[in-house]
């Protein structure tokens, strides 16, 4: 990906770079100007891209006779603040749009989560049916299978508890393995692997809240198959005190770390990190 940081953007972008922006921050993803087209409605190309690119908020990268776009770690970091300022103008529309990014903004602040991994834990969220009701991504199920619409467990197999029942697990899990390209149907342990996960990590940490290379967890965990740690550690990295970040100096890299990467967020990760409780 070809990127510039130091090109300040002119105050007012245009509504096919404010469409781009939206749609590269909701995917939370590296996105073609064809998905754009589809997405946004509108190709990011000519000036539009100039712009976007040379003022740090976006990377490219050349894919056949086209490009394929992402966020930049500093299209992450100002991006919210970025589009709240296009909605200029006293209309009751851009005040709500204005006043609506700048309130999502200080409430991610407050809660010390930041966009990316706000944006790329919705695309895992759980669906809805027609009739309203949350749905998983995956079928609940009890060794790949359902007993009268609940599992043996007692969690119902639409993804959602029974009443009085505490409605978290299998419908998060569901929809992350789905996230992660898991077959119909098949939803990995995610707790059982995130305690493996946790005690891997313990004994590899050399200091509290240390980084600890993918590479050497997944080694530690070479019994679990890579899609199901995957799912875990995708699911581990939206939940507090839980890091999942790239290495800057990129050229530091073995084969067995790019090997070992992870992609999410829009971009590969490298290391992993777990505060203290």
């Known amino acids: 990906m070809s990127t510039a940081?130091?090109?300040?953007?002119?105050?007012?972008?245009?509504?096919?770079?404010?469409?781009?922006?939206?749609?590269?921050m909701v995917e939370a993803r590296e996105l073609s100007n064809a998905e754009l087209a589809e997405l946004a409605g509108t190709p990011l190309t000519?000036?539009?891209r100039?712009?976007?690119?040379?003022?740090?908020?976006?990377?490219?990268?050349r894919v056949g006779r086209s490009y394929a776009f992402q966020l930049s770690n500093q299209g992450w970091a100002q991006g919210l603040a970025v589009l709240a300022e296009q909605a200029q103008g006293k209309g009751a529309a851009a005040t709500t749009v204005r006043m609506l990014l700048h309130g999502l903004h200080r409430a991610l602040a407050a809660r010390g989560v930041d966009a990316r991994t706000f944006f790329a834990a919705s695309t895992t969220a759980p669906t809805s049916d027609p009739g309203g009701s949350t749905v998983s991504a995956v079928p609940a199920t009890t060794n790949g299978t359902t007993t009268n619409g609940t599992t043996t467990n007692g969690t119902a197999a639409n993804g959602t508890a029974p009443q009085g029942a505490a409605a978290s697990g299998p419908s998060v899990r569901g929809a992350a393995a789905s996230?992660?390209?898991?077959?119909?149907?098949?939803?990995?342990?995610?707790?059982?692997?995130?305690?493996?996960i946790r005690a891997a990590y313990a004994s590899l940490a050399t200091e509290p809240a240390g980084w600890v290379s993918l590479a050497?967890?997944?080694?530690?965990?070479?019994?679990?198959?890579?899609?199901?740690?995957?799912?875990?550690?995708?699911?581990?990295?939206?939940?507090?005190?839980?890091?999942?970040?790239?290495?800057?100096n990129q050229k530091s890299l073995s084969t067995r770390d790019r090997e070992a990467a992870l992609r999410f967020g829009g971009e590969e990760n490298h290391a992993f990190a777990i505060e203290e409780s």
């Open 179 to 196: 996230a992660a390209g898991q077959p119909a149907g098949r939803v990995p342990e995610v707790d059982t692997v995130e305690q493996r």
């Open 50 to 61: 100039v712009r976007l690119v040379a003022g740090g908020l976006v990377e490219e990268r």
């Open 46 to 48: 000519g000036e539009d």
């Open 5 to 24: 940081t130091n090109v300040s953007l002119t105050p007012k972008l245009s509504l096919t770079q404010i469409a781009v922006l939206s749609a590269l």
């Open 216 to 248: 050497d967890l997944r080694e530690r965990l070479a019994d679990i198959p890579r899609a199901e740690l995957d799912t875990a550690l995708k699911w581990m990295a939206v939940q507090p005190g839980v890091r999942l970040i790239p290495v800057a």
